[in-house]
T-cell receptor, first 113, second 111 residues
Framework: GQQLNQSPQSMFIQEGEDVSMNCTSS?????WLWYKQDPGEGPVLLIA?????ELTSNGRLTAQFGITRKDSFLNISASIPSDVGIYFCAGLNSGGSNYKLTFGKGTLLTVNP | SQTIHQWPATLVQPVGSPLSLECTVE??????LYWYRQAAGRGLQLLFY??????ISSEVPQNLSASRPQDRQFILSSKKLLLSDSGFYLCAWSVSVRKQYFGPGTRLTVT
């Protein structure tokens, strides 16, 4: 089946630093989603990407849909303590009746104040 | 606006006992509904999804089952819980298949 490789698995950064994480796949996706999960809560959708090359921002977060359609990147600028959490990428190839997202295993972000 | 509810929020059950987790969505019609399990290792495992009332697709063979008795209600059940059923259970919905929104989750501990 489809698999997503998300990296890094964890990051420890200082407040104010920029953060980059990415997901790669052996399969082509036509949708990339990025979620953030706080401890004990459900993942929250941050950014959705639908076209190769698309660059979308949500506040200090910017995500890009890779040109090859096999990867996506998430950047966080000027990190703050509330950015702490697990960030998941998810991809979808909605051909036919495929309703299922493929998730990465997450990047655990720790921000030191 | 749309909202998704899950209950209970936490549950501690003994091995061999039955299980019923409920998920309801408000503010939309005919959503696709999903049950995921998240183990301590963080990965999200899709268990079931439904594209309409009475329609359930199972992704992983196990002692869990799902039902959709109403358009915006999705139930996860088990007749006899195993220790390995412990985890964080997440319900999600979508109208466009290209976005999914998650509920707050249920923490299940089987003792």
């Amino acid at each position: 089946g489809q698999q997503l490789n998300q990296s890094p698995q964890s990051m420890f950064i200082q407040e104010g630093e920029d953060v980059s994480m990415n997901c790669t796949s052996s399969s082509i996706f036509n949708t990339w989603l990025w979620y953030k999960q706080d401890p004990g809560e459900g993942p929250v959708l941050l950014i959705a990407l639908y076209k190769a090359g698309e660059l979308t921002s949500n506040g200090r977060l910017t995500a890009q849909f890779g040109i090859t359609r096999k990867d996506s990147f998430l950047n966080i600028s000027a990190s703050i303590p509330s950015d702490v959490g697990i960030y998941f990428c998810a991809g979808l190839n909605s051909g036919g009746s495929n309703y299922k997202l493929t998730f990465g295993k997450g990047t655990l972000l720790t921000v030191n104040p | 606006s749309q909202t998704i509810h899950q209950w209970p929020a936490t549950l501690v059950q003994p091995v061999g006992s039955p299980l019923s987790l409920e998920c309801t969505v408000e503010g939309t019609s005919n959503p696709n509904l999903y049950w995921y399990r998240q183990a301590a290792g963080r990965g999200l495992q899709l268990l079931f999804y439904s594209v309409g009332i009475g329609q359930i697709s199972s992704e992983v063979p196990q002692n869990l089952s799902a039902s959709r008795p109403q358009d915006r209600q999705f139930i996860l059940s088990s007749k006899k819980l195993l220790l390995s059923d412990s985890g964080f259970y997440l319900c999600a919905w979508s109208v466009s298949v290209r976005k999914q929104y998650f509920g707050p989750g249920t923490r299940l501990t089987v003792t």
